[in-house]
């Protein structure tokens, strides 16, 4: 299980209703139904994944969340998740202002482009970082909005999105110790539980 | 058997006269009616195995395999139901029937009204879908299947399946809709009213009487076949198959043998082969039940309030071309479900077939639904209820 899947179940509510946006191969969610007897979406654009979620019996619809989320009513979900697919999306800002209108709560979780290692790589080799977690040349990936720790928490002061917790994780033992003393230089992957 | 491995092989469809009576949607009863089906695969001892196809306008029960070695064409779902296919006849018993008010043996227009003892023609009671999914109830109950393991259509099939999940919310663990829609657009309906004035307008139409007259309005059964089949069909795909190929003829000057056009004579080969095998009758009675379609009409016009009776998990799938079922109109089904809080999953399927590429052969289609279909033979080996 991906660290920031582990991380963000607790705050998930037994018997809720969940919509994951960019739910990749439905595991969050069977987790969530296995576990915590959640019900739920997950909404997927890549064919592959779609087919993943199909096969594991989580419900799974196509849809582009570029395209917003109009087919869904005001409150219509408990919790609206999102993991690793902000810096993928056109204008990452607007999606997250409708997951707090469609979600009584949102938790959202992406890569730190303020970790150390991909300062460093910058920093030291000049180009842009590609690692296990963004296994990306720039030219050819869906990551078109990276931002820091640090980043979404001044859009969160600027939005008015009260924050009800927000953690960095990480894999690395470097990580692990040093991300409560730095999260924005330490941390991995960024989450962040939102509510209006 | 067939040489094809992936093919159920020979088939022989069976029939059922059912005598306790039917009342229809209408307001008119069928005091007995018969239904052609065919079977394949082989029903568990628990009997949870069992899938219905619902047909769509022109299908009717011959859906898988071929009825002789001779048979130039399979069943009009062979692609998809057979050892190994999605919907795969080594797991499911899969029940296939033609419906209700068809002409391939079911009790319809051209059968003969016991009443009158005269073929029943204009006379047949107009039919809505849920008349054929009461019928299709009785069908199951004949063969000893309480709940079948899914209900599964294309186009109007999928309506059927739909008013399934409504109408015998227990009776079914799935619902699978392929390119359909809660109800007919404008221009859907316009469609099959120009395609009914065809038929009408034929002068061997007789009041739709053409049968006790001994003729046949083939030509307008064929020019509305024709309109129909544009419209199942994408710009893009006729451009593929036919472009501006001529078939005979020249654009030189000084020449006067007609032009004609490939994908002209394909529309004439097209409406004149069906003219020879479909009841003009039939097809304005299809046409209709398709338009008089609307899933949330008694609900308050409320796809919400509709499905929240349903009780299955649906699986909807659409595709990129298709404008007569456009991917919107399934988007809509999804939105409704997702609504009303009830398990359904969606893909939009990349095509240039058209509404048509539901019957044809795609690879991500072929994936998406063999995937879900595995998942409903797991519960089903599993002993796995609602």
Redesign the interface.
Known sequence: MRVDLDAIQDWIRPES?VLDLGCGDGLLLEQLARNKQV?G?GLEID?EE??R???R???????NLDAGLG???DN?FDTVVMTQALQTLRQPHLVVQEMLRVGRECIITFPNFGQWRARWHLAISGRMPVSDLLPFEWYDTPNIHFCTFRDFDLLCRERRWTILHRQVVSETRIGVALKDFSPNLFGETAIYHLTR | MSRDPGSVGIVVPRQHTFREPLELACGRTLSEYTLVYETYGTLNAAKSNAVLICHALSGHHHAAGRHSEEDKRPGWWDNYIGPGKPIDTDRFFVVSLNNLGGCHGSTGPASINPETCRPWGPDFPMLRVRDWVNSQARLADLLGIEQWAAVIGGSLGGMQAMRWSLEYPDRLRHCVVIASAMKLSAQNIAFNETARQAITSDPDFCHGRYLDEDKLPRRGLAVARMIGHITYLSDDGLGKKFGRELRSGTFERGVEEEVEFQVQSYLRYQGDSFSGSFDPNTYILMTRALDYFDLAREYGDDPVAAFSHARCRFMLISFTSDWRFAPERSREIADALMHANVPVSYAEIESSMGHDAFLLPNSRYQRVFDAYMQRIAAECDEGVGQ
């Open positions: 209703r019900s979406y064919p779609i087919e979620c199909i096969a019996g989580v419900n799974v619809v196509e849809q087919n869904f009513a219509s």
